[in-house]
T-cell receptor, first 113, second 109 residues
């Protein structure tokens, strides 16, 4: 089944404790992206990647890191999480043209206390 | 700046037709997308427009006018299960994809 797999689904952590949210896709998609979704603000793009070893900042990259060492994986790293990073996070992938739209992962609900 | 505007909420009756509008201002344009998102779930892809005109897919149609920076999603024969948020998104010239805040559609019996 074509899918984007994110883990974990839920995470509660403390301020300053480094964490990684994993994302993997099995569709051989070139384009991958991370979004956060907050009430009233919609989906905001954190980082995106056009292909292996090619990443670029979205609209809200501060406090986040990504890497794209393999085509299928695109982890999101929070080096020192803060409470304002409490949010619902989605990983998504698409073909290079984007014509088929994004396939989204199931989401990660992160709470930083 | 870049922005996408769509109504916050709409209500329609089962069996009716509803049109959800989206206007956008972006630096460059490489396609417009509509997604459906049920509460607590991930968005799912509905439609893609890159050229002006109407794209039809079953009960759902999407229209684009690039010169006006305008799109709409048309839902026909509304069903209760169509109650969801509908997200308009634009892939910009730099291949970022930005989303509007979404339109919550309530379908009543």
């Amino acid at each position: 089944e074509a899918q984007v797999t994110q883990n974990p689904r839920y995470l509660i952590t403390v301020t300053g404790k480094k964490l990684t949210v994993t994302c993997s896709q099995n569709m051989n998609h070139e384009y991958m992206s991370w979004y956060r979704q907050d009430p009233g603000l919609g989906l905001r793009q954190i980082y995106y990647s056009m292909n292996v070893e090619v990443t670029d900042k979205g609209d809200v990259p501060e406090g986040y890191k990504v890497s794209r060492k393999e085509k299928r994986n695109f982890p999101l790293i929070l080096e020192s999480p803060s409470p304002n990073q409490t949010s619902l996070y989605f990983c998504a992938s698409s073909s290079q043209t984007g014509a088929g739209g994004y396939t989204f992962g199931s989401g990660t609900r992160l709470t930083v206390v | 700046g870049q922005n996408i505007d769509q109504p916050t909420e709409m209500t329609a009756t089962e069996g009716a037709i509803v049109q959800i509008n989206c206007t956008y201002q972006t630096s460059g344009f490489n396609g417009l997308f509509w997604y459906q998102q049920h509460a607590g779930e991930a968005p799912t892809f509905l439609s893609y427009n890159v050229l002006d005109g109407l794209e039809e897919k079953g009960r759902f149609s999407s229209f684009l006018s690039r010169s006006k920076g305008y799109s709409y999603l048309l839902l026909k024969e509304l069903q209760m299960k169509d109650s969801a948020s509908y997200l308009c998104a634009v892939r910009t010239g730099g291949f970022k994809t930005i989303f509007g805040a979404g339109t919550r559609l309530f379908v009543k019996a």
